[in-house]
Structures are given as structure tokens and as C-alpha cells.
């Protein structure tokens, strides 16, 4: 909703998650689940802070395709996709500095789905459409 007002209607009562997450939560039986680019490519920066080894890349975390202009056949294009867990303290928990942590959104794992070229037989399609 920062970048672009319309996108207000998908906040969960006025609140809005962090740049770059999506609540899909009340998909999820309202587990506290969020869906981001690997690494938390093009989100908000707080996000990376409490994480080693987190290094959002353009070329291997976002998602893009390739399109041919002249009959819009996709010719290379990739899916990315990290799934993430909101992690809220326990102030009912009673164990020794466990409210010390912060909340977190907390990646849990990342998937890509894709293809890097078109084959020579769908290359004869394209060529003859």
C-alpha cells in the first residue's frame, strides 16, 4: 500500500505487513503465514536484520519472464517464492530471557519453478505462427 494506494484493501485491519510481504494468512486457517522473494529480495531492509547468510540477489530471486513482442509466447520466465512465519513473543511464557527476542517474520523455505529456454521443436511453433 506504500507504493501503490489500491493495494490498501489487502491490509488486515488497517495494519499493513512490511514492504515486499504478502499476508496470505487468512488462506492459511489464519497461521501466520507470509509470502516474500528469496531472501527477502525488494523488501523492506529491517526484514534481513537477526539472519546470517540472507543475501537478496536481483538475478537469482526475483521473478521475471521473457516474453516474444510479436505473438507474446513466454520464452524463459521463473517463479520464486519463499514462504515465511511471523514469530510474535510469548509474554505468557515464562522462561528465562525468552521476551528478550524480537518479533520476527522467519523464513522457513524458498522454491523456483522455471524454465531457461525454449526448445528446438516449440522454437518451429514460434517461428511458424
Known amino acids: 500500500a506504500e507504493v501503490n494506494p489500491d493495494n490498501k484493501c489487502y491490509c488486515e485491519d488497517e495494519k499493513c505487513p ?3 510481504l504478502q499476508n496470505i494468512s487468512p488462506c492459511q486457517y489464519n497461521a501466520p503465514v507470509y ?57 505468557n511464557i515464562m522462561i528465562n530471557n525468552i ?3 524480537p518479533d520476527i517474520i522467519f523464513p522457513v523455505m524458498w522454491i523456483e519453478e522455471g524454465i531457461h529456454e525454449v526448445t528446438t521443436p516449440i522454437w518451429r511453433w514460434i517461428f511458424l505462427a
Open 18 to 20: 512490511p514492504r515486499g
Open 35 to 91: 509470502l516474500s522473494y528469496p531472501h527477502f529480495y525488494d523488501a523492506e531492509p529491517s526484514l534481513l536484520e537477526g539472519f546470517e547468510g540472507l543475501k537478496p540477489e536481483k538475478k537469482k530471486h526475483e521473478t521475471y519472464f521473457m516474453i516474444q513482442p510479436k505473438i507474446g509466447v513466454p520464452l524463459e520466465g521463473f517463479v520464486r517464492v519463499q514462504l515465511n512465519l511471523k514469530v510474535d513473543r510469548a509474554p
Open 99 to 101: 521476551n528478550k527476542f
